[in-house]
């Protein structure tokens, strides 16, 4: 069993989502201002719709915690959606009172979104019923608790970041530099290069007054993690397999990279691997960090870089050509209110997916129920590596 589970449950426009994270050690603190900090960021970004403005994303903790501090008891959290008010009748969880049709059906699917092989699954006619859990709103409630991981892993000096590459056509490849996080969430797309920023909300304006939508890439740093979590033992205890199983688990994202990725194919051995040179203490360094992180399914204690790719918004304002299940005949494809670019976002929540992954490998390399025989052990691994 893993070391750390965590659920999510809740419909878009339902009353509340709800998630569930068990594994986090008795002795962390834990408040509504921290993940209502991390909520808010989620929002940031040029090209989202006004669903944004309308959640406030407070969420409130209804166990796992007693007087700021976690329990060591799965750690309980709800997201009420301001947005049900409008959607109370349409989204009832009682049964309806009378036989007339609920508003706001969907027959016709979104080519890109999961609306058709949804219905098909779960056999629904109205495709609402796939899309109101297939929306990324669920993601609200991913971040919310990557933030309870990423407290423990702040606990442990490990810092989260992160920052968009590309948006379209337009690419911010500047080199990191020392940044604050408040400056790269101050940049409209979250770019570290301004210039390119402006390159990319152009590409966003361009897109909406087309009626169309955009993808782009997004790079997620994690910093001063432990040497040696995960394993090259065994396959499904590689760190990188979870990193990418966690990052294609986000909706929309198509491809993940760990380091030079898909790069390393096309140069030599020479121009991919990272050498090694003794330190000043004579002790061993890479030179460089082109695996990103991670060798031989275990972390170098090097910084881990994370690239995805996220496709194009599947709601497009100029709809796809798509087909009315219920006649058969061709048409336009159903128009939900949409982003219309959310790589940014998808920047924000790809730290909390990567706090998640380190957490769980965290706790599975050190154990401990309480932070202070976590932190203890970590400190102790610390100790003996650098003597090493
Ligand atoms: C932060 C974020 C926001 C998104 N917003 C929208 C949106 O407004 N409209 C939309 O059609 N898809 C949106 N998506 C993408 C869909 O959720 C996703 O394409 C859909 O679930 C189908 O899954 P797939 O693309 O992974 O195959 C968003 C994704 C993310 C990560």
């Not at 008891?73 to 009748?89: F, G, Y």
């Not at 036989?99 to 056999?123: L, M, S």
């Amino acid at each position: 069993m893993s070391r750390l589970r965590f659920l999510t449950a809740g419909e878009s426009h339902g009353p509340a989502l709800v998630g569930i994270i068990e594994g986090i050690p008795s002795g962390l603190r834990i408040d509504a201002e921290i993940l209502l900090a991390q909520a808010r960021r989620r929002k940031l970004g040029y090209g989202r719709g006004n669903r944004q403005n309308i959640e406030t994303d407070e969420v409130r903790i209804v166990g796992g915690v007693r007087r700021g501090v976690t329990l060591g008891s799965p750690i309980a959290l709800v997201l009420e959606n301001k947005d049900h008010v409008r959607w109370a009748e349409i989204m009832r969880v009682d049964p309806p009172d009378d036989d007339a049709p609920v508003a706001r059906q969907v027959h016709v699917p979104r080519p890109g979104h999961a609306d058709r092989i949804g219905g098909i699954k779960y056999a629904f006619d109205d495709l609402r019923d796939v899309l109101e859990r297939a929306s990324a709103r669920e993601t609200a409630m991913r971040v919310a608790l990557g933030t309870v991981a990423r407290a423990l892993l702040a606990e442990l000096g490990v810092t989260l970041s992160s920052r968009v590459v590309r948006i379209g056509r337009a690419v911010d490849e500047t080199p990191w530099r020392d940044v604050t996080p408040d400056e790269i969430d101050s940049s409209p797309v979250r770019a570290l290069d301004p210039v390119a920023a402006v390159a990319m909300v152009q590409e966003i304006e361009h897109a909406k007054a087309a009626g169309d939508s955009l993808g782009g890439v997004f790079e997620v740093v994690a910093r001063n993690v432990p040497v040696a979590l995960g394993s090259y033992v065994q396959w499904d205890r590689r760190l990188e397999a979870e990193v990418g199983r966690t990052f294609l688990a986000l909706n929309a994202i198509k491809g993940v990279e760990l380091g030079l990725g898909f790069g390393a194919a096309a140069v030599r051995g020479s121009q991919a691997h990272d050498e090694y040179e003794p330190d000043a203490d004579a002790r061993t360094r890479y030179r460089t960090n082109r695996a990103g992180g991670i060798e031989g399914g275990m972390t170098t204690g090097q910084p881990i870089v994370v690239r995805a790719a996220m496709k194009p918004i599947a709601t497009l304002m100029q709809p796809l050509d798509s087909v009315d299940l219920r006649t058969g005949e061709a048409t336009r494809a159903h128009i939900e209110r949409s982003d219309t670019c959310a790589v940014p976002a998808a920047a924000v929540i790809g730290e909390s997916l990567l706090a998640l992954v380190l957490a769980e490998a965290i706790l599975d390399k050190f154990g401990g129920d309480s932070l202070d025989e976590l932190r203890e052990r970590v400190k102790r691994w610390q100790h003996t590596v650098r003597a090493r």
